[in-house]
């Protein structure tokens, strides 16, 4: 049996690295660990993250077994331990039970690819990459990134050491030790992938997504819109609704009503509506939203307050018709809640593969002032 291992790295590196599977290992793996090994990959698949450390500490204990002499399956399953593991643990905290845990595990992984590859060093670039994710404190986590970036620079490989690059920014991003060098790794290696990938390249998309959405939140609003367009014209010959198409095309609702231009955005409301399918029995969640300005009357008598309102939306995913339905807190709360809805936007609904008007539709704004 192959161990798969889930961790995060970029394909050209995974592809690097091969975990050895016994000749017969239906015959001799112990059914227990099959079926333990099974149930972490379904559980992989869900949302509930304490299931997936449960069934892959399960996997773990009982591979190590099934695996005694072969260290590269054994590490595999740990990192599979580990990530979950530090992905229970909250991103923005640097210190918690589950980092320290997950760090005592990575530590144990990279030992093992040591002995696995004692020759390779390249395969240890992951394993420290992982480290940098969950250290204790800035300093350790920069010790472990410049490990991993030592490797992969004495390989003299421009395109490998653009996707430890990448793989580091994807797994410091949401960490406390983000910071605008680890942006930057994301923008190195695009200009790396755009020279030497093809532009329907995987990686090259995915790092073209993530540095538009980081262009956008610097309000580098041309540059964000060309990389955009570029994902989703490679995405949208797929004979299915690609996450990061649908995704780019809300991106770019966001980016042109910030620049107040409507009527560019409407071309991706209908967009989403003909990928994403209108279902009447839930909230329609919009796509761009603007928060209502708090009355300043309201905030000096520290005033709460609620509006409800009905609405439609017209076949470009624009607010029509929106009208007040209950109130609390008085005319300035309602003023604000009316002209903010008239600015939100939509994926229209669409029937028989045509956008249709969406009618008797309802949201609640409420208003209150944080103690």
Known sequence: MKINTKRYIMPALASCILYSSFSHAEDIEPVTFKQAYEAYQTALEGKDRQAVVNKA???YLLGKNVYKNDFSNQAALVSNFASAVANTAQSH?????????????????????????????????????????????????????????????????????????????NLLK????????????????????????????????????SVAKIRLASQKYNQAEALFLEVIKQLETLDYS???????????????????????????CIAIGKMKPWNDSQEQIPIFRMSPQYPMTAVKQGKSGFVTM??????????????????????????????????????????????VKAEDLKVTLDFSISS
Not at 139 to 149: D, T
Not at 182 to 207: D, G, M
């Open 57 to 59: 500490e399960q996997a």
């Open 174 to 209: 949401q960490s406390p030790y983000y910071s605008k060098k680890v942006r930057n790794y994301a923008l190195n290696a695009l200009e790396v992938y755009q020279e030497k990938l093809p532009e329907n390249s995987v990686e090259r998309i995915q790092a073209s997504y």
């Open 242 to 268: 690609h996450p990061y198409e649908l995704a780019s095309h809300a991106m770019l609702v966001e980016l042109y009503e910030r620049r107040k231009n409507s009527d560019a955005s409407t071309k991706h």
């Open 93 to 169: 905290k640097k210190i918690s039970q589950e980092k320290k845990q997950a760090y005592d595990l990575y530590q144990q992984a990279l030992s093992l690819y040591k002995k696995a590859y004692p020759s390779e060093p390249v395969q240890l670039i992951e394993p420290y990459l992982n480290l940098s994710r969950v250290a204790s404190n800035r300093s350790i986590s920069k010790k472990h990134l410049n490990q991993a970036f030592e490797i992969a620079n004495d390989t003299n490989d421009e395109l490998l050491i653009a996707q430890t690059k990448y793989a580091a920014f």
């Open 310 to 355: 009905s609405f439609a939306i017209n076949e470009s995913g624009i607010v029509t018709n929106p009208k007040i339905i209950d109130s609390k807190g008085g005319k300035g709360f309602e003023k604000a809640s009316l002209k903010a809805l008239k600015k939100w936007r939509f994926a229209p609904k669409f029937e028989n593969g045509k956008a």
